[in-house]
């Protein structure tokens, strides 16, 4: 069994969506088969939590409401057109191009990522995860590591995939590479320094 406690919230669609730029959910993908699909899929329950997280951060009251966190993320008005395209720009600076193309869909094969200079890669999770004071992208990785067999285990009721297919260290290092650390420097992360990672100690995390 997993010892990471997932949210109970986190297998309804409807929350998920009201964390995603454009309103809409990944399907679960299959197991193995789609690495990009379970990546984008990844990406989004983690990035939900993550924002939870922050909101626990700030301290908001969770009294007498079963998902207050939840509740009060995602109880606001509509966005407007104006900002869904914020979003997802935001995102496509991250290097997740689709939000955008999917809110021009009639211009969607002219729309591509921005070029990057040398050595820069993008991050598909958002800086609010970073949560701990001292920015450790590589630690971050590791929890999101434990976090994804988490996942797999409450969903497809594994925790390790096959030995030739992408482990979860491999999906968290995907996720956090590029990441700035406290010197302002991206890091690359590999599967091999989130596994080494792991074999730490790491500090309890929400």
């Known amino acids: 069994m997993s010892s990471v406690k997932l949210p109970d ?15 809409k959910v990944q399907k679960l993908p299959p197991w193995p088969g789609n690495d990009h699909a379970m990546l984008q899929w990844l990406a989004e329950r983690l990035g939900a939590m993550a924002e939870v997280a922050w909101a626990e951060e ?23 057109a104006k900002e869904r395209h914020a979003d997802a720009i935001e995102r496509a600076e991250r290097g ?14 002219y729309i591509h990522l921005p ?5 820069k890669r993008y991050s598909l999770v958002d800086p609010i995860a970073i949560l701990n004071s001292k920015q450790n992208p590589i630690r971050m990785a590791a929890l999101d ?14 925790r390790r995939r096959g030995r030739y297919e992408k482990s ?39």
């Open 168 to 206: 979860a260290e491999w999906f968290a290092a995907q996720l956090w590479t590029g990441i700035e650390d406290q010197d302002d420097k991206p890091v690359e992360i590999t599967e091999g320094k989130v596994i080494n990672r792991l074999k730490k100690k790491l500090s309890p995390s929400k």
């Open 58 to 80: 700030l301290g908001f009251d969770q009294k007498n409401d079963p998902y207050p966190l939840v509740h009060q993320l995602v109880r606001g008005p509509k966005p407007t």
């Open 115 to 119: 070029k990057r200079g040398r050595g």
């Open 9 to 23: 919230w986190i297998d309804n669609d409807e929350v998920i969506r009201r964390f995603t730029p454009d309103g």
């Open 96 to 109: 997740d191009i689709e939000p955008l193309r999917k809110l021009c869909p009639e211009i969607a094969e």
């Open 145 to 158: 590591a434990k976090r994804i067999g988490a996942l797999w285990e409450r969903f497809y009721s594994k």
